[in-house]
């Protein structure tokens, strides 16, 4: 892959034969920043790879470089959108305590990541083959939440591992219905996540009674 481009580079402020190149990871980022700018400023019709590659400072056919077409460019920008919130529900995971503090520190991070990036991602997802290409990639996603989420669930409360995962599967939609609410409507993100924790751990705690009394 060719990094060479005549121009001067925007990102490091030096002139052509005198710039540093920049690692193609870093390009690509760099790339895809500007392209999520434009989808937030200016919206999706307005992204073109010459425009792209003017914002980030390098040719249109250095941006082909990296993403053979638009679609492609907006598809992996979605997936990167996907996979950053992965990261950080990831993270939020790993430093909660107890199982209330896993659902409160967990939904916190999506409605963070929804409250920060859910313009962009509602935007993208406008785009049918950027759809399309995230699908997947979220299906493999959310079994491996489902599964996490599952086990936790298991332990806490003492259901089989069969409803446990079933019931996961179904409350990870509240919380994604907490989201949509915040892009629709707006609104306290405290509020709404102390709302979306306090109906999960309600509900869960109703399963829980129901089977300990041989209830379905």
Known sequence: MSDADPRPDHATGSRAGHRRRLDPRVRRDLILDQAARIVLEEGLSAVSMEGVGRAAGVSKALVYNYFPSKTLLLSELLVREYRSFRA???AAADQAHDF???????????LDHVATRGALIQRLLGEPLAAEAVRSVEGEG????VNFFGRAVEREFGLSAARADTVSDLLMGLTSAAGDHLIRVGGDLDEVENM????ILA??????????????
């Open 203 to 216: 509900a869960l705690r109703q399963i829980a009674d129901r089977t300990s009394e041989g209830g379905d």
């Open 100 to 110: 209330e503090n896993l659902i409160r520190t967990t939904t916190r991070a999506y």
């Open 142 to 145: 959310r079994q491996a939440t």
């Open 88 to 90: 950080k529900a990831r």
């Open 196 to 199: 979306v924790v306090e109906m």
